[in-house]
């Protein structure tokens, strides 16, 4: 038995997730697979596409054995949070052997060297003074690595899943983890690409299968088309087929019509909640400092819709990623005081006979379960996480076109195949 995590959102999953969970079997021998996913909300600061059962059921059709849920104050953090609370909840089941992640180096030792550099470079002054004068993390690191390390490293860093592998990376080390990181090199479509696999390249069924993209060969299948997540999302919002980027077995697939949520049908209740609240709240959500709550209120007093809420927030310090998780810790509730409490329980979203396998093998001091209303009653911590994610729940079943009743979290069943 050897078991591997991946650290996850699925929103939606696709073949280059597939094509990730079949290397890492045939790649580094894992044996079990287990997948730690953000919950209904989205580290780019969304709503996820699908809810976060429909999303796990996918994952078990297609290779995964286990889905673990990740809090949703990791979830709408920043990449170094979002990070730690994954690895946070794997380093406490005591039975993981691999974390396995794309990049887009495909290179551990070349990440490993960059995540390195990125904590040295984090502690300069020539970081801190460019982060007081107003630069966003990313730049002012970006241009502090540059000047002690290679044009390599900086390169690296550039690529958003190689900026995710080097978190996981330095979470692994600053827990002083077992688990052993491994990488597979993603192709196709890049991340947030607005082109399929096939529009990236004239050559790219040529590279497709020299990478090994292509199933099935000796038989004559179809080669596995690639698509980015969020174009997807939005073929998938405009109600168009998707079905030669998703897996075969994928529910049915031509039946899987599964209904779709959207971040646009939260937006009065956004501009709502924001106008309602005193700069001193909004002070107290994560990633606000050096008074941006001011901004954000004067913004709400002026915007009429999200994407003009977000333009007249946007400055050169706060990309519009961590804006529109900034706004949605307002509209959840979510403190700073959330964002530094470690997982209270592992929740289990589904599992199959290997996930079952797994769960034998765990040893684990946090609480383990599949019954949130079970997980809730083992201390004041397990209650309060458990009641964040019911409240965060019944705001998300209002972005579905015909809103969803209170009560989600509490009466869905964990998938179980």
């Known amino acids: 038995m050897k078991t591997a995590a991946i650290i996850c959102e699925y929103n939606p999953f696709h073949n280059g997730h597939k094509y990730h969970i079949e290397r890492t079997k045939s790649g580094f021998g894992a044996t079990h697979m287990i997948a730690v996913m953000s919950g ?17 059921r996918t994952a078990l059709e297609n290779g995964i054995d286990l889905v673990l849920e990740l809090p949703v104050y990791c979830s709408l953090a920043s990449a170094e949070q979002f990070a730690g609370g994954a690895v946070s909840i794997l380093n406490s089941l005591n039975c993981v052997d691999l974390l396995s992640f794309g990049s887009e180096s495909g290179d551990i030792e070349l990440l490993k060297e960059t995540a390195g550099a990125s904590v040295f470079a984090s502690e300069t002054e020539e970081f801190l003074g460019m982060m007081r004068r107003g630069l966003s993390y990313p ?7 540059g000047k002690y390390y290679d044009d390599i490293i900086v390169e690296t860093l ?34 947030d690409s607005e082109q399929t696999s096939e529009e990236v390249n004239p050559a790219a069924k040529e590279r497709l299968s020299a990478l090994g993209l292509i199933y099935g060969d000796e038989k004559n299948e179809p080669e596995l088309k690639t698509a980015s997540a969020s174009l997807l999302r939005k073929m998938l919002m405009n109600g168009e087929d998707v079905s030669d980027y998703i897996p075969d077995n994928l529910t049915g697939k031509e039946s899987f019509k599964p209904e779709t949520a959207s971040v646009s049908r939260l937006e009065t209740a956004i501009l709502y909640k924001l106008r309602t609240m005193q700069a001193e709240e909004i002070s107290k959500v994560p990633n606000v400092l050096h008074g941006l709550e001011n901004r954000i209120k004067k913004a709400a007093h002026a915007a009429r819709n999200l994407n003009e809420l977000l333009f007249l927030i946007k400055t050169k310090r706060y990309p519009l990623a961590r804006i529109r998780r900034i706004i949605l810790c307002c509209l959840l509730g979510i403190t700073k005081t959330d964002a530094k409490t470690p997982p209270q ?28 209303a079970a997980l809730m009653k083992h201390s004041g911590a397990c209650r309060k996480q458990g009641l964040l994610e019911c409240h965060c729940s019944d705001i998300y079943a209002l972005a579905y076109e015909k809103p969803l009743p209170c009560g989600f979290e509490l009466t869905s069943k964990p998938v179980i195949l």
């Open 40 to 56: 209904n909300f989205t580290q780019r600061g969304d709503v996820a596409i699908f809810d976060k059962f429909t999303r796990a």
């Open 139 to 145: 730049a002012a690191l970006s241009k502090a690595i």
């Open 158 to 191: 550039e690529s958003p899943n190689n900026l995710l592998a080097v978190e996981y990376l330095k979470a692994l080390a600053d827990s002083g983890s077992d688990i052993q990181p491994v990488t597979v090199k993603r192709t196709g479509a890049g991340h």
């Open 345 to 372: 329980y592992i929740r289990i979203l589904g599992m199959n006979e290997k996930g079952r396998e797994i769960l034998s093998a765990v040893k684990s001091k946090l609480p383990a379960d599949a019954s949130l």
